[in-house]
């Protein structure tokens, strides 16, 4: 059973270009998570979604920020025209529907994708 | 506003010592904490959780203790390991939100 698997695991980008990560999530998982770090920084919720809605966008920025997750296929975050701000480790996290922690289940997070806007 | 902090940013253990770190927490309402360890290129990976029910849990060479009165979480790791060098996070949720909120983090480095 493959991981949470995201990609491309690193991403270079020129400022005002697009910006599209994928996230497939573990079989069987039909909640994905994103979260974004910064260099040397914990990790920043974004965006939560179950297939086909979103659930809580409350870490999201309000401008260039985008999250779907289809009923078929990953989940994308996209950001429109990069700045040199946006460089960062975004991170996906995946879980049973949903993440019950009375359960004891748990979120598991991809390997990142690497964005670096030049 | 919400926050989780770490006392310390980096700590360098001896092989074999035993490594404790902390993490302080501000919101009162979080009732569920989770530790992380993350390693070089890599996504968060769980090590242990703990409810605000409970002061003291343990693993595998791991204890997590909580001190809800003084909000405040500590990692214990016993016996460290050339292995368990990395960046711990602890990371936060109260019940309701499917979000988690994570310190700053702390880079543990072991030496031989």
């Known amino acids: 059973n493959a991981g949470v698997m995201q990609n491309p695991r690193h991403l270079v980008r020129r400022r005002g270009q697009e910006a599209r990560l994928r996230c497939s999530p573990m079989k069987g998982h039909s909640h994905v998570y994103w979260y974004r770090q910064l260099p040397e920084e914990g990790l920043k919720f974004m965006v939560y979604l179950q297939k086909e809605n979103i659930i809580d966008e409350s870490g999201m920025p309000k401008e260039r920020f985008s999250a779907e997750f289809p009923k078929e296929g990953p989940s994308i975050l996209r950001i429109q025209q990069v700045v040199r701000g946006d460089s960062a480790a975004y991170f996906c996290?995946?879980?049973?529907?949903?993440?019950?922690?009375?359960?004891?289940?748990?979120?598991?997070f991809g390997q990142g994708t690497r964005l670096t806007v030049v | 506003g919400e926050s989780v902090g770490l006392h310390l940013p980096t700590l360098s253990v001896q092989e074999g010592d035993n490594s404790i770190i902390n993490c302080a927490y501000s919101n009162s309402a979080s009732d569920y904490f989770i530790w992380y360890k993350q390693e070089s290129g890599k996504g968060p990976q769980f090590i242990i959780d703990?409810?605000?029910?409970?002061d003291k849990r343990q693993g595998q060479r791991v204890t997590v203790l909580l001190n809800k009165t003084v909000k405040h979480l500590s990692l214990q790791i016993a016996a460290t390991q050339p292995g368990d060098s990395a960046v711990y996070f602890c990371a936060e949720n109260r019940e309701g939100a499917q979000k988690l909120v994570f310190g700053q983090g702390t880079r543990l480095t072991i030496n031989p």
């Open positions: 996290a995946s879980s049973p529907p949903p993440w019950d922690r009375v359960m004891n289940t748990e979120a598991f």
């Open positions: 703990i409810r605000s029910n409970m």
